[in-house]
């Protein structure tokens, strides 16, 4: 049996990694770091509710992103954006509770390999060169 946990990082992993390239890749990067903030701060359903409302091709993109984790984990039925947003804003307490760690852990997927294969930080800037730990590490290997 394949811990959830696995499912998560390579479902995150997945829909990250078909955004190298893209003409948004920094502008979905820098959103990708802040949705796990975004959502602790203001909820799930504000969360989603913004980026939808904003509109944007990375701002879609996060959302669908987000909404594609959480189907391949079974943590949602939803088909597209529009869907995650009405099955949240329609969900229970216990079902919100859920919905939002569900979200907050593929969110923390999201950045974390956003950071790593998209090489984008926060800010939405490129890292030019590899950081001094992982290049210690590279020239440590045997």
């Known amino acids: 049996m394949i811990p959830r946990s696995h499912l998560v990082a390579t479902a995150a992993y997945d829909v ?56 391949a984990t ?3 039925a939803a088909v597209d954006q529009a869907d995650l947003h009405k099955e949240i804003i329609a969900a229970d307490l216990s079902q919100t509770m859920l919905l939002t760690r569900r979200s907050l852990e593929a969110a923390g997927w999201m950045k974390r390999y956003v950071q790593g294969v998209l090489g984008v930080d926060a800010t939405g800037d490129s890292r030019s060169e590899p950081t ?11």
Not at 36 to 44: A, H, K
């Open 74 to 76: 079974r943590a949602t």
């Open 132 to 142: 001094t730990e992982g290049q210690a590490a590279r020239e440590n290997q045997p």
């Open 16 to 71: 990250v990694v078909i955004r190298q390239g893209v003409p948004f890749q920094k502008k979905y990067g820098a959103l990708a770091h802040k949705l796990p903030g975004l959502i602790l701060q203001n909820g799930l359903a504000q969360a989603t509710g913004f980026l939808i409302a904003k509109g944007t091709q990375e701002h879609l993109a996060v959302l669908d992103d987000l909404r594609a984790i959480l189907h």
